[in-house]
C-alpha cells in the first residue's frame, strides 16, 4: 500500500532520569511538507530517531498508515541524520550505491540510481573521490544522495541545510518540492526559520519533549495575539 501518513502520537522517552521526550505529537502527509521546529534539546532528533527505529521508545506510537511502523516501512523511508552518517574512506558513488543496496535495490539498480542521484546534487565529477576529502557542504550533498537513492515514499531531514552554502541550500530547496511534488511525504528540521516559511505550510513546534503548537504558518501567525509561546533558538 503506498505512503498516506506517518503519525507520531504521544511519544515519550526517558534516557535515567532525563526526559527527551514527554508527550511529542507529529503527522506527515503524502506530498506534504512540515517544518519541525524548536530549540536545541527539545526533542527533534530523538523523535527522528524513534521514526527510523534508531531508539525504542518508553510509550506512544508511530504509524505508518495507521499501522505501527514495520522494518518494511523503514526500507520506505530516507533518513539525513544531523550528525555525519557516512564512511569516509569509501568512494562517493561507491557508498551512495551501497546504501542503497542496503535499502533493498539490487546492485545494477543501485549503480544507476546512485549515478542518477550524484548528478542532482551536482557532485557527479566527485563520484570517484573518498568522502573525506570533500567539504562539508558537499559531504552534506552525498548524505542528502544517500536519503534519496532508492527514492523513498517519505524522508526524515535533521537540519538538512547544514553547511550548505547559498547554491546549495537553493539546490536543496529545489530538490525538497520536486519530491513533495511526486507524493513523497518530508519532515525536516531547522532553525534557519526563513527557509522553513518559504518551504511549508505546515510546521510543528516541540519544547522541552512536548509538542506545544501544530498547524500552517498563517493559522499559526493569526493565533499569535490570543496564544504565546516562548521558544528560544
Aim: aromatic fraction near 6%.
Amino acid at each position: 500500500m503506498a505512503f498516506e501518513q506517518l503519525a507520531v502520537e504521544h511519544l515519550a522517552k526517558n534516557y535515567g532520569d532525563v526526559a527527551a521526550l514527554v508527550d511529542c505529537d507529529l503527522t506527515v502527509a503524502a506530498g506534504q511538507m512540515v517544518g519541525f521546529l524548536g530549540p536545541n534539546g527539545a526533542g527533534k532528533t530523538t523523535t527522528m530517531r524513534a521514526v527510523l527505529g534508531v531508539i525504542t521508545i518508553d510509550s506512544g506510537a508511530v504509524l505508518w498508515n495507521g499501522r505501527p511502523l514495520s522494518p518494511d516501512h523503514r526500507k520506505r523511508i530516507g533518513y539525513l541524520p544531523q550528525e555525519r552518517g557516512l564512511y569516509p574512506r569509501m568512494k562517493v558513488h561507491e557508498q551512495v550505491a551501497y546504501f542503497g543496496r542496503l535499502a533493498g535495490l539490487d546492485r545494477s539498480v543501485a549503480a544507476e540510481r546512485a549515478t542518477r542521484w550524484l548528478e542532482r546534487v551536482e557532485l557527479a565529477d566527485r563520484r570517484d573521490s573518498l568522502v573525506q576529502e570533500l567539504s562539508v557542504g558537499n559531504q552534506q550533498r552525498v548524505q542528502l544522495a544517500v536519503a534519496l537513492v532508492h527514492e523513498p515514499e517519505l524522508l526524515v531531514l535533521d537540519e538538512p541545510f547544514a553547511g550548505l552554502d547559498p547554491v546549495g541550500v537553493a539546490s536543496m530547496q529545489e530538490i525538497l518540492r520536486d519530491r513533495a511534488e511526486a507524493g513523497a511525504g518530508v519532515v525536516f528540521s531547522s532553525h534557519q526559520l526563513d527557509l522553513v516559511q518559504d518551504l511549508c505550510r505546515d510546521v510543528t513546534i516541540i519544547a522541552a519533549g512536548t509538542t506545544v503548537a501544530t498547524g500552517t504558518v498563517e493559522d499559526l501567525r493569526a493565533e499569535a495575539p490570543s496564544r504565546h509561546c516562548t521558544v528560544v533558538f
